[in-house]
């Protein structure tokens, strides 16, 4: 009996940790590819010379900021952030730190009072120091949910059976649910990727994700619908989307430099589209995000 004992011991002494119990090993943005972990707007240094000035400045001026105000400054305030991750992932392969960051916190706390959906919950759930909360400006809509895993926001709609997952550093700015002007009744969500350099006169920008969900519409009339508004014409230029669902249709609106793809398909409850948009340069950077994006959305199948 006491070799058995002493051979189990020497069993247990050698067997590796983390086969029981243990968390599993963090990955950066999981379902997103980390190849655009690169080539930051802002270094880190000017990050926090950066923040610093906005946090004075906001703390100042913030009441009496205009609309167009708020929109230039959480623009910037994604560019530090984006930046924030990417800086980070260079140096550490990761994009949430793992030690107290001042700077983090600062840029986080003024997400929702900048009109920024969830940017409070993000606040709370990933600061890393005792930095405190900022007041709710910005309400989320009753029909959805937002919460964090890991480094990632899951934003799910309570009825309607589907979910999406996206990196910390995406800015939702705009979520709803209407009537659209055929009647249907539409939920939206319109997100901004991770920023990078562009063709423009700024040199910078974010491309942007339209996700639209009706309920038990019938697609062919979603789909005539939602090419009508972007101006997409049902024989544009088709793109090929890699995870299995229809080509998306794609076109390039020389007025505005504006790249302009989407793609609709139908799921038991109702129909989906997901518009992708961004200037040249942003668009061809950001689209491995965009497809990443169609495979972080999940739709249940039951009707």
Known sequence: MSRILATLFIFYLFIPVGLAGEKPEYQPQAGYTTDLLKEPIYSETQIVIRATKMNNWLNEHYEKLTLGQIKNV????YYMISSYAKNLYTAKKRILPDQPDIMLDILLSWADRLGIYGGTEVFTQIRTTSFSDSTRKTKL???LTLDMENDLIKVTAKADGWHFKIPYYFMIFEAKQFAATNGMQTQMIVISTGASKDNSEAGRSQSTIMLIYSPEAELTDFSEYWQKVFEIKAH??????????????????????????LISWQEPKGSFAVAYLGI??????????FLDFLGALKVDQEK
């Open 74 to 77: 959480r623009e910037d305030l």
């Open 141 to 143: 809509p009753d029909f």
């Open 236 to 261: 544009s230029e088709e793109k090929k989307i890699v995870i299995g669902k229809e080509k998306s249709l794609y076109t390039y609106d020389k007025k505005l430099k504006l790249h302009k793809e």
């Open 280 to 289: 040249d340069g942003t668009y061809q950077w950001n689209r491995p995000h």
